[in-house]
């Protein structure tokens, strides 16, 4: 028989994700505290917003804190670069077999 360890995260009473290692569901549990954090602030605005909008941008802010905080600092996004073509080697590059 095996034993097999699993990292359950529970907000509320309420199974939210299971994990093989404990960085990962601590890192999950991070983010899910960070999207409270959101959730609230977002809630206090002038900007009203319906219970489930609130609920999904403060899980896609806080998903995404590592892009947005150089944003927050004002520095600007990278842009992905576009992958250029493989050149084919030149018959002069070619070893000799």
Not at 20 to 43: R, V
Not at 88 to 94: D, M, V
Request: glycine fraction near 2%; hydrophobic fraction near 40%; charge should be positive.
């Amino acid at each position: 028989m095996a034993v097999i360890v699993k990292y359950i995260v529970v907000r509320n009473g309420e199974e939210k994700m299971t994990f093989a290692t404990k960085k990962e569901a601590d890192a999950y549990d991070k983010m899910l505290d960070i999207a409270d954090n959101l959730f609230e602030f977002l809630e206090s605005s002038k900007i009203k917003f319906s219970e489930n909008q609130l609920e999904d941008i403060s899980l896609l802010l806080a998903d995404n804190k590592d892009k947005l905080i150089p944003i927050l600092r004002g520095v600007k996004p990278k842009k992905k670069a576009a992958k250029k073509p493989e050149q084919k080697e030149s018959k002069s590059k070619k070893t000799k077999a």
